[in-house]
T-cell receptor, first 114, second 110 residues
Framework: DVKVTQSSRYLVKRTGEKVFLECVQDMDHENMFWYRQDPGLGLRLIYFSYDVKMKEKGDIPEGYSVSREKKERFSLILESASTNQTSMYLC?????????????FGPGTRLTVL | GQNIDQPTEMTATEGAIVQINCTYQTSGFNGLFWYQQHAGEAPTFLSYNVLDGLEEKGRFSSFLSRSKGYSYLLLKELQMKDSASYLCAVRKNSNYQLIWGAGTKLIIKP
């Protein structure tokens, strides 16, 4: 089974703090994604990566950066957390090839910025 | 622009059948996904359609009409554990990105 893990289920930070969210997958997937999920909105893509050290902006990259130094690990960084970044953050991974490129999700990190 | 529409909430009775619709308007199409998401948990993959027609998988079936920009997820013999949100997502092209609907919250009553 594909396993995607995230470093924390719940996180509380203060405005202005630097925040690191870690994601690790164990299925040798090339693609990794960071989304945020807010009530009434669909999943919104922040960044994705299709290979080590490669990254592409998604729909809402402002205020975020990412790092992919190893294939299995994709980190999301909030340089200076703000209250409007309070949200559920979901990491996903998928194969590059194949017919479907199904995305498999981690359990999510619920971040609250005070 | 890109748009995916699903009903916000639906209610159904245990043992019954429910159909959750999804309509999409995107600048490209390369497959449609359905995911299930229980409250507080991660989305899990249910089905994938890229050609027109019905794909059946146990109690769940998914249908696609590309000409109409329309899909539905059919759940039969509903169980209480089917209470969840159901997310529709479209892949526009081959660059792996998905466009997501807001999800349909399905409430199952005894």
């Amino acid at each position: 089974d594909v396993k995607v893990t995230q470093s924390s289920r719940y996180l509380v930070k203060r405005t202005g703090e630097k925040v690191f969210l870690e994601c690790v997958q164990d299925m040798d997937h090339e693609n990794m994604f960071w989304y945020r999920q807010d009530p009434g909105l669909g999943l919104r893509l922040i960044y994705f990566s299709y290979d080590v050290k490669m990254k592409e902006k998604g729909d809402i990259p402002e205020g975020y950066s990412v790092s992919r130094e190893k294939k299995e690990r994709f980190s999301l960084i909030l340089e200076s957390a703000s209250t409007n970044q309070t949200s559920m953050y979901l990491c996903a991974s998928s194969l590059r090839g194949g017919n479907t490129n199904t995305q498999y999700f981690g359990p999510g990190t619920r971040l609250t910025v005070l | 622009g890109q748009n995916i529409d699903q009903p916000t909430e639906m209610t159904a009775t245990e043992g019954a059948i429910v159909q959750i619709n999804c309509t999409y308007q995107t600048s490209g199409f390369n497959g449609l996904f359905w995911y299930q998401q229980h409250a507080g948990e991660a989305p899990t993959f249910l089905s994938y359609n890229v050609l027109d027609g019905l794909e059946e998988k146990g109690r769940f079936s998914s249908f696609l009409s590309r000409s109409k920009g329309y899909s539905y997820l059919l759940l039969k013999e509903l169980q209480m554990k089917d209470s969840a949100s159901y997310l529709c997502a479209v892949r526009k092209n081959s660059n792996y990105q998905l466009i997501w609907g807001a999800g349909t919250k399905l409430i199952i009553k005894p």
